[in-house]
């Protein structure tokens, strides 16, 4: 893992831990709005969203950095195309 990806999952697990704070003070119930009406979803519900937001959103933009950075997945194929 190069610096730039282990800043960049730095900043998004920040990122994450402070989108998390409605946790702390919930009892059982977290009250959310969906298309601007209120409604009560669990604790492990609000984890599950939140953390499946963050991956749609996040993980393709450090893909296609990374195939942009790289020119590929590896840097072993790079070694191995440097070679020949």
Known sequence: MKTWEKVYWGIIGV??????????????LIK?????????ISRLAYFGYDL?????????????????VNKGWSEKDKRERERE
């Not at 990122?15 to 059982?28: A, N, Y």
């Not at 959310?32 to 009560?40: A, E, K, M, S, Y």
């Not at 499946?52 to 942009?68: M, T």
């Open 32 to 40: 959310v709005t969906v298309n601007g009406q209120d409604r009560l």
């Open 15 to 28: 990122f994450f831990v402070l989108s998390l704070s409605p946790l702390l003070g919930s009892e059982e």
């Open 52 to 68: 499946l937001g963050f991956v749609i959103i996040f993980a393709p933009i450090w893909a296609v950095v990374r195939l942009i």
